[in-house]
């Protein structure tokens, strides 16, 4: 039977789309097939929906999300009465629920509509759609007991008619005066999630729309950026420029030119970084001075209106932030507060959500987000002003993943940082060349490698290489993990690790794994990023690596050790050095079940294996995917990334004494916070790691 959820709250501006987010989160962690039912909506984008379709890839047909409009409902209702209302919407309802194991129902808004007692409405309707209800109520500007009592009310409102309140979800209030009286007086659980001002913020381009304003300058990650205040410009500029504060929007007549370029000005020349420069009085200055301010801050808008700086201020005052799929940061601020603040677990317990059988890419990268949340470590990202490492550390930082550092020069990565709108305010930011680390680091390598002929000055410079740093910091225990490669090579990701950490105790060599996330299954493969040409015995080191590094992350490990032939109906040095490989890994692990030399298909087809293998217990069911040579398991790896559509994570080295990871220079954003979740899982099983999570950074 499917299960279902359903949204609801007591009235608009409740804040309802963060808890939506964060219980579709929950879901699609634990169901392969997850539907969306609005029952009732209004005419124009539905933006929370395009961003759940978006963000969890829903293939959901977008006719078969909605109800009925508000105004024909309201008609509908009024003409032939509720119970054909509510027969219409439970009808379209199970249309949804006969094709998906799950059904996230979304609430009405009670937002300018003409329905009479909307709150029974939806009572009504989670009673005939046998949901579970969760019930939101909005704390904004309200004091702790008005919310209290207004909580109280909402919940037995609902109970009253009937309704199978599994949780009652407290938007924008203060969780200490809240969620735990509550909880004393309710028998549901109570969760509070406190004010988060990004969240409310509009963004430039919202304000653009909403004022019709015209874009003079700007690129898409300035008109991404928060605006967090507003600069009324009217004094001098040395009067003005105090005034300035981090992420205002400065509102000025477009003839002050000397607001304009003092601004951007102070922006770039380590000022408070400001969102954009909106003109107003439809007045614009020269070409000459838009060419400066161009250069002055490239990416930072400047947009144009034409009524005066009092009506525009009214209309600014009035705008608050919205979570859609133009803004990707919004999302993952919402559910980094829903997920703090909310018990996952519980309520995923209560609202009856059973695990899929088979894993699904999005579960996958779901459970590697949780499992690093779950233990807080450590990561260093060498690359810090790489534009996708700092969205990542973004994403990473929003949904409270791990700890980071972000090695490089302060003043650069926070500039950068600021033009593509990100808040680095929960990273460290440390920057080789001036850190009193540098001379420590310096002494050890020079001592590490002495053997090699390297003097402290020598060491010195070589120290001074992020790549070097950052490996430096794992050994000493600064960090936990690293991950680098976004724009470094393989080699200088690795080398300093080879030198600096070394190979773990039991393991011959360095290795790697991608996890590649088909459709219905996650299979390991090895190696194909570091080897060239491994022999038996490092291949067989291969696959007892990557069968320990698959059961790490959840993947019950068979090995198949592939090769062109299988069993014993080929020949030559390449088979036989498989046969041997195989040989070797029963002999050192014969609790490891392994199967070689078997082609791909046979490894993996079960129809195939019943032909080849009919009597192996891992043809047909092979999870662990042993390439003869990085030749083959490159290309294999790439071929069904690109083919399949699988998502490839990875490389994830195995085989050293602290997690070190590379990245492929062709990385996305999704790919290097996987990575980095990884790593971060990686040294949660390392010796002396940490057993709570760590609240302060360590002095650089």
């Known amino acids: 039977m499917t299960r279902s959820v359903y949204v609801t709250g007591i009235d608009r501006g409740d804040g309802r789309q963060v808890v939506e987010l964060g219980v579709m989160e929950l879901l699609t962690r634990h169901v392969d097939r997850v539907g969306v039912f609005r029952p009732l909506m209004h005419d124009g984008p539905d933006r929370l929906y395009e961003l759940l379709r978006a963000r969890y890839r829903l293939t959901q047909p977008s006719e078969s999300v909605y109800g009925i409009g508000y105004d024909k409902a309201a008609t509908l209702q009024a003409e032939r009465g509720t119970d054909e209302l509510v027969a219409e919407l439970v009808a379209r309802f199970h249309a949804v629920a006969r094709d998906y194991e799950y059904v996230l129902v979304l609430g009405s808004d009670y937002a300018a509509t003409s329905l009479p007692d909307e709150l029974h409405l939806n009572a009504r309707l989670a009673n005939e759609f046998g949901a579970a209800v969760i019930t939101v109520v909005g704390g904004q500007d309200q004091t702790a007991e008005s919310v209290r009592s207004e909580a109280r009310n909402a919940y037995r409102a609902y109970q009253a008619h009937g309704c199978d309140v599994v949780a009652l979800v407290v938007n924008r209030a203060d969780r200490a005066e809240i969620a735990g009286p509550l909880a004393e007086q309710l028998p549901v659980p109570c969760y509070a999630l406190p004010e988060d001002g990004s969240l409310s913020a509009p963004t430039v381009r919202q304000v653009v729309h909403a004022l019709g304003a015209e874009v003079l300058l700007g690129d898409d990650s300035g008109l991404a950026r928060d605006v967090r205040d507003f600069v009324f410009g009217g004094a001098m500029l040395p009067t003005f420029l105090p005034a300035l504060t981090e992420g205002a929007l400065v509102v000025t007549p477009g003839d002050r030119a000397d607001l304009i370029i003092g601004s951007l000005a102070a922006h770039t020349a380590g000022g408070p970084p400001i ?21 002055l801050a490239p990416g930072t808008p400047v947009i144009s209106v034409p009524g005066g700086s009092f009506p525009t201020a009214a209309e600014l005052f009035a705008m608050e932030g919205k979570l859609s799929a133009t803004v990707p940061r919004k999302a993952e601020t919402a559910l980094g507060l829903f997920e703090r603040h909310v018990n996952t677990a519980e309520l995923t317990d209560r609202i ?7 894993v699904t890419p999005m579960m996958f990268e779901h459970e590697l987000l ?18 996708r490492v700092l969205r990542a550390a973004d994403v990473l930082l929003r949904r409270d993943v791990c700890n980071l550092t972000l090695l490089g020069e302060e003043d650069a990565v926070r500039r950068r940082a600021t033009d593509l709108g990100i808040d680095l305010s929960g990273a460290q930011i440390t920057d080789p060349d001036t850190s009193p680390l540098r001379e420590r680091f310096a002494e050890l390598y020079a001592k590490l490698r002495a053997h090699k002929g390297v003097s402290y000055e020598l060491a010195y410079d070589v120290v001074a290489d992020v790549s070097y740093f950052g490996t430096l910091m794992v050994q000493e225990g600064l960090a936990d993990g690293m991950v680098s490669g976004a724009v470094h090579s393989t080699a200088a990701t690795i080398r300093p690790a080879f030198e600096v950490i070394k190979t773990a105790p039991g393991a011959q060599i360095v290795s790697s794994v991608f996890f590649m996330c088909l459709a ?3 299979l390991v493969y090895g190696d194909c990023a570091v080897n060239p040409d491994p022999n ?8 007892i690596q990557s069968a320990a590094t698959a059961a790490k992350f959840g993947v019950a490990p068979k090995i198949a050790m592939l090769s062109y032939s299988t069993g014993t109906s080929g020949s030559g040095a390449d088979v036989d050095k498989v046969r041997r490989a195989t040989e070797l890994v029963r002999e050192r692990r014969p609790d490891l079940p392994v199967e070689g030399p078997i082609q791909y298909d046979a490894a993996v087809d079960a129809a195939v294996a019943a032909t080849k293998l009919p009597d192996s217990q891992v043809a047909g069911q092979a999870t662990v995917l042993i390439f003869p040579d990085l030749n083959t398991g490159n290309n294999t790896y790439k071929a069904v990334q690109r083919s399949a559509g699988a998502v490839a994570v990875g490389p994830v080295l ?8 590379d990245l492929s220079r062709g990385a996305l954003v999704q790919d290097i916070v996987n990575t980095v979740a990884i790593t971060a899982i990686q040294a949660q099983g390392q010796p002396g790691a940490p057993a709570a999570p760590a609240e302060k950074a360590p002095s650089a």
Do not use: F, Y
């Open 536 to 543: 038996a015995e490092q291949l067989a080191d291969i696959a």
């Open 275 to 295: 969102a954009g420069v909106l003109l107003t009085l439809d007045a614009r200055p020269g070409p000459d001075i838009l060419a400066l301010a161009s250069r």
């Open 370 to 387: 949780e499992r690093s949340r779950s233990r807080r470590h450590r990561v260093v990202l060498p690359e810090g002003t790489e534009e």
């Open 654 to 661: 195995q085989g050293l004494r602290k997690p070190v990871n």
């Open 352 to 358: 009856s959500v059973a695990r899929s059988s088979r």
């Open 520 to 522: 219905d299954r996650v």
